[in-house]
């Protein structure tokens, strides 16, 4: 199950037109590293693409900070990787929840495991940003679960 992640591809390459630039994902960190806590207070007001309390943005707030202070790093390595052939050699069905106004990841990346992996799902989160488990979670809920049952039988 992939929700609003970015694979295949975080940013653009050469031959994959979907996600960021090295830019913006450079500025994101120098963002982060100057002013974490501020940075990821301002991320959890945003991730949501629907009105959320704002009892949930403090709790998407407290996880985030949670996270540690090297969280930077791995968002960083998001920049070279590249999983197009490991989808491909994926022997299992994926399902993947897109979060159409996803302003963390480009839509178009999850959009695009379609492209690689044999045995696909999408389901397309039209009222989500980057968390369709708060945005939409009775779609998200009972489309995980089709899912689930469907592998099962």
Not at 55 to 69: E, R, T
Not at 91 to 117: E, H, N, Q, T
Not at 122 to 135: F, K, N, R
Request: charged share 15%.
């Amino acid at each position: 199950v992939l929700t609003c992640v970015a694979t295949p591809c975080y940013l653009q390459k050469p031959d994959y037109p979907h996600g960021g630039t090295d830019d913006v994902l450079a500025g994101t960190l120098t963002a982060m590293a100057a002013d974490r806590v501020n940075f990821l207070a301002a991320l959890s007001a945003g991730i949501c693409a629907s009105e959320v309390s704002p009892q949930v943005v403090d709790w998407l707030c407290q996880m985030f900070l949670q996270s540690s202070p090297l969280a930077a790093q791995s968002l960083g390595g998001l920049g070279p990787l590249d999983q197009r052939a490991e989808l491909a050699e994926l022997k299992m069905p994926i399902l993947s929840f897109v979060g159409a106004l996803d302003g963390v990841v480009d839509p178009a990346v999850c959009r695009s495991v379609v492209d690689y992996a044999a045995d696909v799902s999408l389901v397309e989160c039209a009222a989500s940003g980057h968390s369709p488990v708060v945005d939409e979670s009775e779609l998200y809920d009972s489309e995980l679960q089709r899912s689930l049952a469907q592998q099962l039988l």
